[in-house]
Structure formats: C-alpha cells, structure tokens
C-alpha cells in the first residue's frame, strides 16, 4: 500500500474538523503584516498572539498563511524511549503528522521552549512541503539549517541544533489544543508569517480582522510617508482628525491599493 494511502491514526481520527473559511481570507491576511494582525487582535482583547523569540529559516520566502495542525512534545523517558532503536518504539505520530499536513496547513510544534534536540529535520520538512505544507514553526530548533534554508520555505524556529529529536523528546499528541512560544494554538487556527516572525489569529475571528487590517494597513503606508517626509508625530501618528480628512480626501483621488502612498 502507497504511504499516501495509508490509513490517519486513531489520533488524527478523533480530531474536530474546523468550519471552512474563505478562499479569499487567505489571500487577503498574505498582504497584512504580523504587527498589524496584532494590533487588530489587541483591540479585541487579545494581548499577546505573536510568537516571541521565534525567526524565520533562511532567506528564500517572504511569508505564509496557514491553518494550524498541532503537534506536542514532552521529554523523552528512558524506558519508553530507548536509546537502542529510538525510531522503532511505537512513537511514530512525527511520521503520522507530516504524511497527513496538506495544502494551507502549516505545522506548528509544542517543543515547550526547548533546543536541546530538533523538533524536525530536511526531510520531514521536505517531506511536508512537497505534500504542499504552507509552512513548518516550531518554538524549539531545527536540524539540517542549511539545507532547510536552501528549500526557500517557510519554517520558522527559536534556533539550529545538530541534535536529533529523540534524545530529548517524545511526541505525545497531534491536533490537540497546544503552546506555542507562549501561546495558545488551536487545531485550525490560522497562523500568518513574514519576516519578523509569526501571528497566531483565532480561527473564529480571522474572516473579521481581514477587511479592518488592509484598511490599517493603507492607512500606515500613507502616515509612514508623512513622517518620511518630515511630518511631527503629533497629529500624524496616531492620525488626527485632520489627518484623517487628508487621508479620505487623498484615497478618494486614487484607486485603492494596499501598496499605496501619498502623491
């Protein structure tokens, strides 16, 4: 029997499947920046969605979107994972997740802070993007950085170990709730990448900060502008009301873009 077609483990199995979200949800949060989804989610009470300490691999990709397939580790114990054949124990959920991530999936790994040993290496990374994976984060290390900074996909981590995954931890869970560099990650989450790090947006709002985030987006390419071009904070950042008149006046003369600024 193929590997594709092999049957999800009773782990897989017993996950909730997430209600859908639209297609162009996605290509709208690809063109909003990490700071501004987290500004937006503050403003509805949520404090700290950014995975802290957390950087991209390598230099070949700009960003992700994706939905969050979980996986948890906790430390390894020696009479359960013996140094002997520590990839003939029966822990196999690792191979289970990357044969099962698809197409705007991306992995996000529970290694509790830990870079003693990798949550993954190439392969299993290389693996899960040719599955079509939209990306790999972990806030433990990787193994194989250069050879995953040559992939140009993106996978973000807390730091590079030669170390391989079992000398320290064990996979416990997959698609379970998880924390992520101190945040909590749900199974279908939608988590947005760029080149300052990671943003985790609650599925449940994700289709609601879209059109407020381009909207802000716009805007602070336009005051950023301002500022370049020798306007005082005050009045500009945060826009006046005056300022404000401006801004409206100025898009009402152009077309709208995301990439727009003042004439």
């Known amino acids: 029997m193929p590997d594709d077609a092999r049957p999800i ?18 290509e709208l949060l690809s063109r909003v920046s990490t700071a501004t989804l987290s500004t937006q989610l503050y403003k509805r009470g949520i404090r700290q ?10 230099q070949g990709f700009t960003g992700f979107v994706g939905e969050a397939f979980t996986m948890r580790f906790i430390p390894a114990r020696e009479d359960i994972d013996p140094m002997d054949d520590p990839y003939r124990t029966g822990n196999v959920l690792q191979w289970e997740a990357v044969e099962a991530v698809g197409p705007r999936q991306v992995l996000v790994v529970d290694s509790r802070g830990d870079i003693t040993a990798a949550s993954a ?3 299993l990374i290389t693996r899960a993007m040719t599955r079509g994976a939209a990306g790999v984060v972990t806030d433990g290390a990787f193994r194989d950085g250069a050879a995953i900074s040559s ?9 590079i ?4 995954r079992p000398a320290s931890f064990h ?11 101190g945040v909590a990650v749900y199974p279908g989450d939608i988590l947005v990448g760029d080149r300052d790090g990671v943003v985790v947006v609650p599925r449940s709002i994700a289709t609601e900060i879209v059109q407020p985030s381009i909207e802000q987006e716009e805007l602070e390419q336009w005051l950023h502008a301002r500022v370049r071009a ?3 904070l005050w009045g500009t950042y945060p826009p006046d009301d005056e300022t ?4 409206l006046v100025w898009k009402d003369g152009t077309e709208p873009s995301i990439n727009g600024a003042p004439a």
Request: proline share 11%.
């Open 9 to 26: 483990s009773e782990e897989l199995a017993k996950a909730p499947v997430p209600q859908p979200i639209d297609d162009s949800v996605f």
């Open 49 to 58: 969605p950014f995975l802290v300490g957390i950087s991209p691999v390598g």
């Open 121 to 123: 290496g190439d392969m």
């Open 151 to 159: 992939l140009n996909f993106p996978t973000y981590s807390r730091g």
């Open 161 to 164: 170990t030669a170390t391989t």
């Open 171 to 181: 996979v416990a869970d997959l698609q379970v709730p998880i924390g992520c560099a």
């Open 230 to 232: 020798g306007a005082a």
């Open 244 to 247: 404000r008149a401006e801004y």
